[in-house]
């Protein structure tokens, strides 16, 4: 069984479920990985991508996007927006279902972590200043840059001199780690809908003990700002023509 859409969904699967493994690993108690810090959260959200994009692509979607910010830059850059709708709902669903196989793996440790905004923290994002504009402003720019670098990773000016195949996933790991450590100190870069969105769902669903609110009043953020940050750099490529 494979197919483009089947790809997605798995990709984004596997991608939230190590990424948000690696924050349940760094913030709940009593675990291992408690209190590692932020350069194990970025490590892991790297091979968390690398992870997925190989996967999805063993799945079927030769596009891997696993994104739907990246699906619309796509789309902008391309003029074709067949794939927008049927890629976002699938990779959607994949993250709400990474989010609560994280959410059963890490099962004893949620009644033992106190702190609500830890238990949310591993699902979606959390600004370290509750900024709006400041925050949707992060969100944009981080995603712009995610879209542009892994267009140009795949252009046809840089693909002449790729050393080999599949080299492309590996660059993206890097690029998203890169994005993690330079801009994600603000907002916890999301620079992904689906990947905040479907957690932050399962969230809200999950009988976690002890769980607060699911900050609704921030989510627009993370899915607003990200498909502003897309069209923006899919205009870009479409300039640039990479």
């Known amino acids: 069984m494979s197919s483009p859409i089947f790809g997605e969904l798995v990709g984004t699967f596997m991608l939230v479920l190590l990424g948000d493994g690696v924050v349940a690993g760094v913030l709940l108690k009593q675990s291992k990985g408690e209190n590692a810090g932020w350069f194990a959260i970025t490590a892991g959200w790297a091979f968390a991508v690398l992870a997925g994009v ?24 391309s003029g074709d927006f067949s794939k927008v709708l049927s890629y976002s709902f699938a990779q959607l669903i994949g993250a709400f279902a990474g989010a609560v196989v994280v959410w059963i793996h890490y099962s004893p440790h949620w009644i033992l972590t106190g702190d609500q905004n830890l238990k949310l923290g591993t699902f979606c994002t959390i600004p370290a200043v509750h ?12 995603t712009f840059v995610l879209a542009v670098v892994a267009a140009a990773i795949f252009s046809t000016r840089v693909a002449r001199s790729a050393p080999a195949p599949g080299i492309g996933p590996l660059l993206v790991g890097s690029l998203v780690w ?58 870009f490529v479409r300039l640039v023509r990479f």
Request: net charge neutral; aromatic share 4%; charged share 10%.
């Open 54 to 77: 190989f996967t999805a692509t063993a799945c079927g979607s030769p596009d891997a996007h696993l994104n739907p910010a990246i699906t619309l830059a796509a789309a902008v850059s």
């Open 131 to 142: 900024r709006p504009l400041a925050n949707l402003a992060s969100e944009v720019i981080a």
């Open 178 to 235: 890169g994005i993690g450590l330079s801009l994600g100190g603000t907002t916890g870069y999301a620079i992904n809908p689906a990947r905040d969105l479907g957690p932050r769902l399962a969230h809200a669903l999950l009988p976690i003990p002890g769980k607060r609110d699911s900050d609704w009043s921030y989510a627009p953020i993370p899915v607003i700002g990200p498909l502003i940050g897309a069209v923006l750099a899919g205009l």
